[in-house]
C-alpha cells in the first residue's frame, strides 16, 4: 500500500494567515494526488485534483503542488470558513490512501 | 446535480453483516466507479473499495474476504456489505463516485454511522 504521511497533524493560524500543509507518499505517485476539505458532521469536499487542478466552484486562495513524492496545499488569506481538516488522497494505485489528516483550527 | 444517499440499519451485532445502499439521484449510475469510504469516529479516512456500473469491483486487500459489492442500473444503486463485523468496524460509512482519469471523489453521500455493539 502507498502510505500518505501529512504534515503537521494540526495547526494554529489566524483569519488572513497564510498556511502550508504538506503530504509525502511512500512512493512516487507522479500528480495522482488529490486534497480534500472535511467540516465536522460532514462529508469531505474536493479541493484540488491531479495534483494541481482547482476544482470548479473551490476559492481560488487554494492553490496546490508537487509531483513524485512531496506535495504542498496552501490557503492564503484565510477566511473563517477554511477551518477544517484537510486530507491528501493518492489515485496512483488501488488500494486508494488517504493522509491522516490536518486539523486546521483558530488561533 | 447529482446526489447520493446511504440507507441502512445504524445498528450491527458483532459476527454479523453489514449491509448498505447507496442511492444515486440526478444523473445515471453509468460510466463512473462507485466508492464506499469509511471514517471510525474521530479518526481519518479509509477506502473499502469500489465497484463499475458494469459490475467490475476493486477492494481493499485487508477486507477482501469480507466484503461484497453489488449494483443495480435500473435503479441507480449500488451496496455494500461487510460480513463478521466487530467493534472496529463501527464508523460513518459515506458512498462516492470516482472520476475517470484524472481520478478523484467528486461527489458524496452525507454518510451514515454504523455502530456494532450487541
Known amino acids: 500500500d502507498i502510505q500518505m504521511t501529512q504534515s503537521p497533524s494540526s495547526l494554529s493560524a489566524s483569519v488572513g494567515d497564510r498556511v502550508t500543509i504538506t503530504c509525502r507518499a511512500s512512493q512516487s505517485i507522479s500528480t495522482y494526488l488529490n486534497w480534500y476539505q472535511q467540516k465536522p458532521g460532514k462529508a469531505p469536499k474536493v479541493l484540488l485534483y491531479a495534483a494541481s487542478t482547482l476544482q470548479s466552484g473551490v476559492p481560488s486562495r487554494f492553490s496546490a503542488s508537487g509531483s513524485g513524492t512531496d506535495f504542498t496545499l496552501t490557503i492564503n488569506s484565510l477566511q473563517p470558513e477554511d477551518f477544517a481538516t484537510y486530507y491528501c488522497?493518492?489515485?496512483?494505485?488501488?488500494?486508494?490512501?488517504f493522509g491522516q489528516g490536518t486539523r486546521l483550527e483558530i488561533e | 446535480q447529482e446526489q447520493l444517499q446511504e440507507s441502512g440499519p445504524g445498528l450491527v451485532k458483532p459476527s454479523e453483516t453489514l449491509s448498505l445502499t447507496c442511492t444515486v439521484s440526478g444523473g445515471s449510475i453509468s460510466g463512473y466507479s462507485w466508492n464506499w469510504i469509511r471514517q471510525p469516529p474521530g479518526k481519518g479516512l479509509e477506502w473499502i473499495g469500489y465497484i463499475y456500473y458494469s459490475g467490475r469491483t476493486k477492494y481493499k486487500p485487508s477486507l477482501t474476504s469480507r466484503i461484497t459489492m453489488s449494483v443495480d442500473t435500473s435503479k441507480n444503486q449500488f451496496s455494500l456489505r461487510l460480513s463478521s463485523v466487530t467493534a472496529a468496524d463501527t464508523a460513518v460509512y459515506y458512498c462516492?463516485?470516482?472520476?475517470?482519469?484524472?481520478?478523484?471523489?467528486?461527489?458524496w453521500g452525507q454518510g451514515t454511522l454504523v455502530t456494532v455493539s450487541s
Open positions: 462516492a463516485r470516482k472520476t475517470g482519469n484524472p481520478y478523484y471523489f467528486d461527489s
Open positions: 488522497q493518492q489515485s496512483s494505485n488501488t488500494p486508494l490512501t
